[in-house]
């Protein structure tokens, strides 16, 4: 099992940015793939973007390519999440997941562990 801790969440300004940080502990390895999700209330938790450990290849959500960064520091076994050009309907709860798998997915019910969730408001 692999604990996940989220930070890094808070109130932002349209515009503006913010990095969340996802510490993992346990049992954590090459073999797994790190996500992030969101939920806003009322709405279905949905992918915002995955990394492996291993090679880093990552993918996004087409809602936030181009202005979000996952990121992985191995020695740290920590996932990062740089969002710029925040916009209010980012505003979300977002969520660190881990999955034991090397292949990157979409779907929540397919990553075993999760975090507590960080809260992200953009105000406009």
């Known amino acids: 099992q692999v604990q996940l801790v989220e930070s890094g969440g808070g109130l932002v300004q349209a515009g503006g940015s913010l990095r969340l940080s996802c510490a993992a502990s346990g049992r954590t390895g090459s073999n797994y793939a790190m996500g992030w999700f969101r939920q806003a209330p009322g709405k279905e938790r949905e992918f915002v973007a995955a990394i492996t450990w291993s090679t880093g290849r990552s993918y996004y959500a087409d809602s936030v390519k181009g202005r979000f960064t996952i990121s992985r520091d191995n020695a740290k076994n920590t996932v990062y999440l740089q969002m710029t050009g925040l916009k209010p309907e980012d505003t979300a709860v977002y969520y660190c997941?881990?999955?034991?798998?090397?292949?990157?997915?979409?779907?929540?019910?397919?990553?075993?562990?999760w975090g507590q969730g960080t809260q992200v408001t953009v105000s406009s």
């Open positions: 997941a881990a999955r034991r798998s090397v292949i990157l997915t979409t779907y929540p019910n397919e990553y075993g562990d």
